[in-house]
């Protein structure tokens, strides 16, 4: 069966504060490494009333400090935001710490607002346009120590030397970082739950056009998508009320906590509304974990991932373990951790 995974975005609900938001998600990935998924990513984002971790790389020492097979990772670092090098020690720290179970993944979005992106970056240098290809660049130099002679970085080390940076990967949500991964021989991971572009053409054209490197010899190509299961289709659809809702709101620029099932299932909508909703479901599977499975195959039939990465963001903390572990057991991760 495919690999299982977990990208965790720390949501905080109406009834669920950040820090306690923060609480659960260590809880959880206590429980999922229990279960036998492979991966647990952590997302950056920024004045955002709904997510409560701006800090991926603090919650990854948290997590990895409680479990004992998972890899911890980032779902990801907005590397505009950060100066390479602060990326590349921090994270050679989390590997020294915990080697062998960590993972870098890195995004060209801000992950906020204009407004917020501005002053995450504005004591750093002031380049213009998508730099990220640039910080990439320089990110791979501080691993690979290759400033050449004169440069003023030559004789910067980044520290712990004596530790290689985790691997790295590139999340994408069109096709260019699909493209760009192929390119530098990277691993691949693509956000379905929120993007326009296709997610087939995304992931065939990575391994199509992928070229070993000293990354990777061959392409690793992970699916991120939301799903829900209970143990009834009845159940699942009610707790989904809850997305639906959040995503009407997020579409209309109302970063909200995520209500609860008993305002999402009172709230009056419009047919506008429901039509919204149903559009957005092609982003969600639902369902008992049969009929979860069953959705997905298809889509995985054709993009053919080597790793299914769910996110499951749903009112009630257990009734989201719950889920968790309904998956596990569809997908023979609970045997395979037996």
Known sequence: MIPLSVL????????TKPAAALRNSIDLARHVDRLGYVRYWLAEHHNLASVASPAPDVMIGQIAAVTKHIRVGSGGVMLPNHAPLV??????MLEALFPGRIDLGLGRAPGTDGATAY?????????????????????????????PAG??????VAMPDDTKLPPIWLLGSSDYSSELAAQVGMGFAFAHHFA????IDAMVHYRNRFQPSAWNASPHAILAVAAIAA???EEAERLASSFDLNRLRRDRGQYLPLPSVEEALAYPYTDSERVSIARNRSR??????????????PLMDASKPDELMVITAVYDHEARKRSYSL????????????
């Not at 990326?87 to 050679?92: N, P, S, T």
């Open 119 to 147: 002053a995450l970056r504005s004591r750093l240098d002031r380049r213009e346009g998508d730099d990220f290809l640039e910080r990439l660049h320089e990110l791979i130099l501080w691993e690979t120590r290759e400033f």
């Open 8 to 15: 965790d975005l720390s949501v905080v609900t109406s009834g």
């Open 284 to 297: 969600l599977f639902v369902g008992n974990p049969e009929t979860v499975q069953k959705k997905l195959q």
């Open 196 to 199: 326009s572009h296709d997610a």
């Open 327 to 338: 998956l596990a057991e569809a997908f023979g991760l609970a045997k395979q951790a037996a």
């Open 151 to 156: 440069h003023p970085y030559h004789n910067v």
């Open 231 to 233: 143990d009834t289709d």
């Open 87 to 92: 990326v590349a020690e921090r994270f050679k």
